[in-house]
């Protein structure tokens, strides 16, 4: 195939993702209930779109399958087949083999089997009493010829209004032959109805094209031209009567007539060979011209209706510039001059915007530069006098960036719903695999993610499902005898909170087993046998390197490995996993991750003489602590009375190892909150509250626990952001090593 | 001057394959992705030939059909329909709304450079 | 060993000193080379990683070369400088006593990697001689022995050890 045709079909090949996910969410709505003309309509037009276009790129197998789903598709569209379950669950499983044949189309996988799926659409076709499409070679056998699928497709032959392909020869674009006396030959007569010149038809450029196929108009019968006073613009009166060379192929004749309307006359006979003949004696009258009226034949009038005025020879000197123009057209897609490059990054189409492709890349390029933009303010910020930097223009400025960043930033964000669309497949899979009941629950699909982070969690969601379906599940009889429902349940749920995103993988199997935990991590030597874990220690255990508590390597999620790439994928991206398990009840697998360069509202804060950012979001309140306010509850911990309430003191000797023996009075202490708790951070002044760029601190390095990223300060100078979770978490927890998981 | 001609089709690869194969075959071509867009597309243009899908979001291929029939400067414009439906109904359907020809999908460039000159001057 | 001209070269090194050794590295690998400016130091890191940097609005780690090859730190002075390199699309500097030269070599030149006591031999990927200009101009026909240092055995973002 041509670069050209390459580049065409990779879009097309786009589609089909779109489309494929078009289909199931419609078929997922019909499964749970909603059967409206709408929702099946959206599944028909994208197996539709599918089947076209596999067919013009060659794809047999794939069109063959497609048009076997579509027809069924099109008998629930139109209210002939009821939707049951049982077709709506032969529809999903034909779902599943339609995305397998797009997969061998795009040369990803190996041809499916998909002899199943087509007996099971071909019954539930003949339950209804349908009868097969006419022509379709698709047995229950599975491989459906290839090249017969073109024909079959446009099953009804030469029906008046159709069009059916047929070998064209472009020899056949010789100046037309002499009938000659001892060949055979054809007789065309055409009388085209009232109807052929509706619809904006012209008989006349049928007869050109007789004419290029070698026929010659033997005569004209116009008497049935009316009276001027009679006669109807949009009436055809004229007979043609032409004779053609007996080797033009019948068929090519008859196309020539495929777009006729059914009430004209057509006659084409055939002439054997005849004793010498000459050629059959026409009434030699041209359609337009003021001789003498032929033999019988009523006074016409000169006025020239037809739209197109013709002699015979303004006729053949017509018909020599097509052959021209023809012979001149290469008749196969020539590489046009460049399509422009469209790659990656659809935008997902809304309902009422038109949308268009746009390169990655310069979203990327944008958003930096937008970064940039928020830095340049900052520092120019901090060159103003401070009487300056109350004049309009800054704060304007300042505005107006922040909505642009807030656009550039919305034009990356897709909704999450796009890394979400495997699981279904995948636990369909599952749960034929595992023979256990799996059921799927889905929200907050809707939640905006950076594309970049879409493309990043697929593989790491995909080690949690398959972790919860095969360890975390319970089987069904073991799920009964615990008095729980047959059959599992998984829960995928996305949610934003501030600047992170919370995905979790929860599902209701037996839990954790922590004793088997511990000791497998003895076993491996991942700890010591008389180390002292909480329960939240041991789960995260299984995120070790080199961890596995499969008795068996299951062809599903290997040896559960699985789980320490996931974590170190997730750190990659900014972020971490939380596990959070209730023995018998079931196990939940939280993601979290930042949104991509977001802007932070900070405090930036003095410690041990470094600068630190502190998320704004974050931070309850700031005290000057008087005396005794601080207390020491251990040689390790100290506490703030906060009006009655002790919240726990932390220095950054404890968390950073810097050094900091500056008395606690004489400092500030920062309280901020997470979703855990509170903790009170000693620091030694607070210089500034703005917005920072957060920049990553694992593009160049790798994730560190207990940060959030960078940023780079007005003065070029750089400030950590402290994360606030891990801080929190690290209450009471230190290690030497640092923060734990 | 070489005619021109508008093709509507919700699938962005089904433009682009008709305009590859059309160009060639030295016409011009605008293109429009459903059947309102078409609409509009036909009052900027005014081609000399309009083709369309039939199954498309918003307008379908029916209804755009019946919509440029409606107008009168229109009526002499040659309409084909080209999809890969081919039933009777359909075909008839076409007909009674307007279209002058239907060519069904896939198609090979030279029969529809041969039906685009039945219909089309 | 034959000294080389520069035209007869297929690939070009930076070389630079770092204590008594000579090292290089493939110039294309190279993205700046900076003054010593006092990195903002990380938490809970090796002690080689001094911390990071500004890099034209980039934050980069910068990386006592010396102590990742578990010398002693490097004393600073003013030629001290820092080069930024690239390993697989991740930019790290390095601290590094003094650049010395870019240098054209072949290939064909290049010997495999010593066995050097005193440094972790998967960091050194080649051995090579080159003739060094002194001060006055001339050449030393015996030229130096630049150790080659593998970047990618460098790079900072392999998954550490929680023992390190």
């Known amino acids: ?741 | 001057m070489s005619k021109l001609i508008l093709t509507v089709d919700d699938s962005a690869s089904m433009r682009m394959l008709l305009k590859t194969s059309l160009t060639a075959q030295g016409y011009r071509i605008e293109s429009a992705n459903d059947g309102q867009h078409g609409l509009e597309r036909m009052h900027e243009v005014k081609p000399d030939l309009l083709i369309t899908d039939i199954n498309m979001p918003k307008m379908d291929g029916f209804e755009l059909i019946e919509a440029v029939r409606a107008e009168g400067q229109f009526r002499g414009t040659p309409i084909l329909v080209l999809s890969t439906e081919f039933s009777d109904e359909k075909k008839q359907r076409a007909r009674s709304v307007g279209a002058t020809g239907w060519i069904t999908k896939p198609f090979e460039a030279t029969k529809l450079g041969a039906a685009i000159r039945r219909v089309c001057p | 060993m034959t000294t080389k001209t520069e035209t007869a070269s297929d690939c070009k090194i930076v070389t630079f000193t770092l204590g008594k050794q000579t090292f290089g590295i493939d110039m294309g690998a190279l993205i700046e080379i900076r003054e010593w400016d006092e990195p903002t130091p990380l938490p809970n890191v090796p002690t080689f990683i001094k911390g990071v940097s500004n890099l034209r609005g980039n934050v980069i780690p910068v990386v006592g070369l010396a102590e990742r090859l578990g010398w002693e730190p490097s004393v600073l002075h003013a030629r001290s400088c820092i080069l930024v390199v690239n390993i697989s699309g991740k930019q790290a500097g390095f601290l590094v006593d003094e650049v010395n030269d870019i240098v054209g070599i072949t290939r064909s030149e290049i010997q495999p990697a010593p066995e050097v006591e005193t440094i972790e031999s998967s960091v050194i990927s080649g051995l090579v001689r080159i003739s060094t200009r002194a001060k006055d101009g001339t050449r030393d026909e015996n030229g130096t022995m630049v150790l080659l240092l593998d970047l990618e055995a460098l790079s900072l973002t392999k998954h550490l050890d929680m023992a390190a």
């Open chain 1, 1 to 741: 195939m041509s670069d050209e045709l390459d580049e065409i079909q990779a879009i097309f090949f786009e589609e089909c993702t779109e489309g494929l996910t078009t289909a199931e969410q419609g078929l997922s709505a019909m499964q749970a209930g909603d059967v409206s003309a709408e929702t099946i309509a959206g599944v028909f037009r994208a197996v539709h779109s599918i089947k076209g276009g596999a067919g013009a790129f060659g794809h047999a197998d794939l069109t063959a399958f497609a048009h076997k789903f579509e027809n069924v598709l099109d008998e629930v569209r139109a209210g002939k087949i009821v939707p049951t379950p049982g077709v709506i669950k032969v529809m999903l499983s034909s779902f599943d083999v339609l995305s397998d044949h797009v997969e061998t189309a795009k040369g990803l996988a190996p041809r499916p089997n998909d002899a199943a799926a087509l007996a099971a659409l071909e019954k539930v076709l003949a339950d209804k009493g349908v009868a097969e499409d006419g022509g379709a070679a698709a047995p229950a056998a599975p491989a459906p010829a290839p090249a017969p699928v073109v024909e079959a497709a446009a099953a009804p032959a030469e029906d008046e209004f159709g069009f059916t392909p047929v070998a064209f020869s472009l020899d056949d674009f010789d100046a037309p032959s002499e009938p000659t006396a001892s060949a055979a030959s054809w007789t065309i007569r055409f009388k085209p109805s009232r109807a052929a010149l509706a619809n904006a038809g012209e008989p006349l450029l049928i007869i050109r094209e007789l004419e290029t196929l070698g026929a010659t108009i033997e005569s004209v019968d116009v008497s049935d031209v009316p009276g001027l006073r009679d006669l109807d613009p949009e009436n055809a009166y004229f007979t043609w009567t032409l004779s053609m060379p007996g080797d033009v192929p019948e068929n090519d004749i008859t196309d020539c007539f495929d777009f006729v309307a059914p009430d004209s006359v057509i006659e084409v006979t055939r002439n054997e060979v005849e004793a010498p003949a000459p050629a059959p004696a026409p009434i030699p009258v041209p359609v337009i011209e003021a001789t003498p009226a032929p033999e019988g034949a009523p006074e016409i009038d000169l006025i020239p209706f037809v739209p197109v005025t013709a002699t015979i020879e303004d006729l053949t000197a017509q018909v020599q510039q097509v052959v021209a123009d023809l012979a001149a057209t290469p008749m196969t897609p020539t590489p046009a001059p460049a399509v422009p490059t469209e790659s990656a990054a659809p935008k997902p189409a809304s309902e009422a915007s038109q949308t268009i492709r746009v390169d990655l890349s310069k979203l990327d390029l944008l958003l930096n530069l937008v970064g940039e933009l928020v830095i340049r303010n900052s520092i120019l910020a901090d060159r103003l006098s401070p009487a300056d930097r109350q004049r309009v223009e800054l704060p304007e400025l300042a505005r107006l960036t922040r909505q642009i960043q807030d656009n550039v930033m919305s034009l990356r964000a897709q909704p999450i719903k796009q890394a979400f669309s495997r699981v279904p497949r995948m636990l369909r899979d599952l749960s034929v695999e595992t023979g256990k009941q799996i059921e799927l629950e889905t929200t907050g699909e809707t939640t905006e993610v950076d594309k970049g982070v879409i493309e990043k969690i697929g593989d790491p969601l995909t080690h949690m499902i398959r972790n919860a379906a095969d360890h975390g599940l319970e089987s069904t009889e073991e799920r009964i005898a615990a008095g729980k429902s047959p059959a599992g349940t998984i829960k995928l749920s996305a949610e934003q909170k501030g600047a992170r995103i919370f995905v979790r993988v929860q599902d209701n199997g037996r839990g954790i087993n922590r004793e088997r935990v511990k000791a497998k991590a003895i076993e491996k030597g991942i700890i010591s046998a008389d180390a002292v874990l909480s329960n939240e220690e041991i789960d995260q255990l299984i995120c070790a390197p080199g961890f596995s508590t499969a008795e068996k390597i299951s062809n599903i999620s290997g040896r559960g490995v699985g789980m320490d790439v996931v974590r170190s994928n997730v750190e990659a991206l900014g972020g971490r996993v939380e596990i959070h398990s209730v023995p018998g009840e079931g196990t939940t697998f939280t993601m979290i991750l930042p949104l991509t360069l977001a802007i932070l509202d900070g405090m930036i804060v003095r410690l041990a003489n470094q600068r630190f950012v502190l998320p704004l979001a974050h931070v309850l309140e700031t005290v000057q602590p008087e005396e005794g306010q601080v207390k020491r509850t251990s040689p390790d911990s100290e506490v703030i009375d906060m009006r009655g309430e002790y919240v726990p003191v932390k220095r950054a000797t404890e968390i950073f190892g810097l050094n900091d023996d500056r008395p606690v009075e004489d400092s500030l202490v920062v309280i901020v909150e997470s979703e855990h708790g509170k903790v009170g951070l000693v620091v030694d002044t607070i210089d500034d509250r703005r917005e920072v760029v957060i920049k990553s601190l694992d593009q160049n390095l790798h994730p560190i626990r207990g940060l959030g990223g960078a940023t780079i300060l007005g003065d070029g100078s750089i400030a950590l952001i402290l994360d606030i979770e891990a801080l929190v978490a690290s209450t009471n927890r230190y290690t030497p090593k640092g923060l734990a998981a």
